[in-house]
């Protein structure tokens, strides 16, 4: 593939430093210009990493940008999403893709009537462990799968982020924050969901950020659940529990996902990274370890606290180039992330409600990413 798409990246906080450095290593992307709100923001990142500061409103017009990478705000995904369509750019959005099922639908009409891709976060389920998950499941390790769980807990965000009060505000929350990430693994292993119940509620109505600097012991206001259990009902039949929460000071649940099916068990690990430990248990009770296979997603490139793992954000932005290119259907596609918001909305909905609510829409499970097709998407 030797075309690249000119890169305009909208949103310059932190985040955007792994789009600019890991970019890069794939085929198809030329980073050209970014903006933000703050030009003193978009004038930092362009001089750290060699592109062009713009305003928003000059990149969007700018006639070497092809693609607008939106890093802005969750509140602010739709509006920049939609004025980068309106302005005829395909868009990659960090997640979560929107905040309501109505704007990604909304956005899916317009991006068909102007023939725009558009593509989302997040694309850890294209990682090494979580290829190679699938692939097991897809050759009958597993049997029929039936049931399963996913834990993702903390004690929430005010601990380590200065500024975390979008995260407790409508539209924030560990669903809307973190749920992506497992939504996004389980419809890759499973597939779509198609109903879903909830409970929800928060511990406290208020958070003490933390973190060392000027807001310290600053009290914020929640003002959205914090806790959120929810039961999917996939199309295939499986049960899936999933826990969200940000009001648990320790837990044993030492695995975020695991699956349940006729054969056996399958112990995949965070889907908020490309790698780490696979397990499999059989009907003999025995877990073990799977030997990873050689896929170039898996291998560990960033050292943080904790330890050294996969982190390859952008995978989903290069495939996106790749099926721009070659006509074809994107792994991280508009159809799954606006699923992916279906099935949240439709968990916080049925928390206030105490219902069941069926999803609005569906989609199929992306294409597996073998290591050949991983290596084929890499510079």
């Given at each position: 593939?030797?075309?690249?798409?000119?890169?305009?990246?909208?949103?310059?906080?932190?985040?955007?430093?792994?789009?600019?450095?890991?970019?890069?290593?794939?085929?198809?992307?030329?980073?050209?210009?970014?903006?933000?709100?703050?030009?003193?923001?978009?004038?930092?990142?362009?001089?750290?990493?060699?592109?062009?500061?713009?305003?928003?409103?000059?990149?969007?017009?700018?006639?070497?940008?092809?693609?607008?990478?939106?890093?802005?705000?969750?509140?602010?995904?739709?509006?920049?999403?939609?004025?980068?369509?309106?302005?005829?750019?395909?868009?990659?959005?960090?997640?979560?893709?929107?905040?309501?099922?109505?704007?990604?639908?909304?956005?899916?009409?317009l991006a068909r009537a102007k023939g725009l891709a558009v593509g989302s976060a997040p694309d850890t389920f294209l990682g090494g462990a979580h290829q190679q998950a699938r692939a097991l499941i897809d050759e009958g390790a597993l049997g029929t799968i039936t049931a399963g769980t996913a834990f993702v807990q903390s004690h929430g965000m005010e601990h380590w982020h200065p500024n975390p009060d979008f995260f407790f505000l409508p539209g924030g929350g560990p669903m809307l924050d973190l749920g992506p990430y497992y939504i996004a693994d389980l419809v890759n292993l499973i597939g779509p969901v198609r109903r879903v119940a909830a409970m929800t509620g928060a511990a406290t109505p208020?958070?003490?950020?933390?973190?060392?600097?000027?807001?310290?012991?600053?009290?914020?206001?929640?003002?959205?659940?914090?806790?959120?259990?929810?039961?999917?009902?996939?199309?295939?039949?499986?049960?899936?529990?999933?826990?969200?929460?940000?009001?648990?000071?320790?837990?044993?649940?030492?695995?975020?996902?695991?699956?349940?099916?006729?054969?056996?068990?399958?112990?995949?690990?965070?889907?908020?990274?490309?790698?780490?430990?696979?397990?499999?248990?059989?009907?003999?009770?025995?877990?073990?370890?799977?030997?990873?296979?050689?896929?170039?997603?898996?291998?560990?490139?960033?050292?943080?606290?904790?330890?050294?793992?996969?982190?390859?954000?952008?995978?989903?932005?290069?495939?996106?180039?790749?099926?721009?290119?070659?006509?074809?259907?994107?792994?991280?596609?508009?159809?799954?992330?606006?699923?992916?918001?279906?099935?949240?909305?439709?968990?916080?909905?049925?928390?206030?409600?105490?219902?069941?609510?069926?999803?609005?829409?569906?989609?199929?499970?992306?294409?597996?990413?073998?290591?050949?097709?991983?290596?084929?998407?890499?510079?």
């Open positions: 593939m030797g075309e690249k798409l000119g890169i305009g990246i909208v949103g310059c906080g932190n985040i955007s430093t792994a789009y600019f450095r890991l970019a890069p290593l794939f085929r198809g992307l030329a980073v050209r210009a970014c903006a933000d709100i703050s030009a003193a923001a978009a004038e930092t990142r362009a001089a750290e990493f060699g592109a062009r500061a713009e305003t928003v409103e000059g990149l969007l017009g700018a006639p070497d940008v092809d693609v607008v990478i939106n890093l802005t705000i969750p509140a602010a995904h739709f509006t920049v999403t939609k004025a980068a369509l309106e302005a005829g750019k395909h868009v990659y959005s960090e997640k979560p893709f929107v905040l309501t099922t109505g704007e990604g639908l909304e956005l899916r009409a208020t958070r003490t950020i933390a973190v060392e600097g000027p807001r310290k012991g600053e009290t914020i206001p929640v003002e959205t659940p914090t806790t959120v259990q929810a039961l999917l009902e996939f199309a295939s039949g499986a049960h899936v529990m999933v826990n969200t929460s940000w009001d648990v000071w320790a837990h044993r649940h030492g695995q975020p996902i695991e699956l349940y099916g006729t054969e056996g068990t399958l112990f995949v690990p965070d889907p908020n990274w490309f790698g780490g430990k696979l397990e499999i248990g059989g009907r003999d009770g025995e877990v073990r370890e799977v030997t990873p296979w050689d896929h170039p997603f898996g291998v560990p490139n960033d050292t943080r606290p904790g330890g050294t793992f996969a982190n390859y954000r952008a995978a989903g932005l290069a495939d996106m180039a790749a099926a721009i290119l070659e006509g074809r259907d994107a792994r991280c596609g508009l159809d799954r992330a606006l699923h992916a918001i279906d099935v949240m909305s439709a968990i916080m909905r049925s928390g206030e409600t105490g219902e069941f609510v069926t999803l609005e829409t569906t989609c199929t499970r992306p294409e597996p990413l073998d290591p050949e097709a991983a290596r084929a998407l890499l510079a």
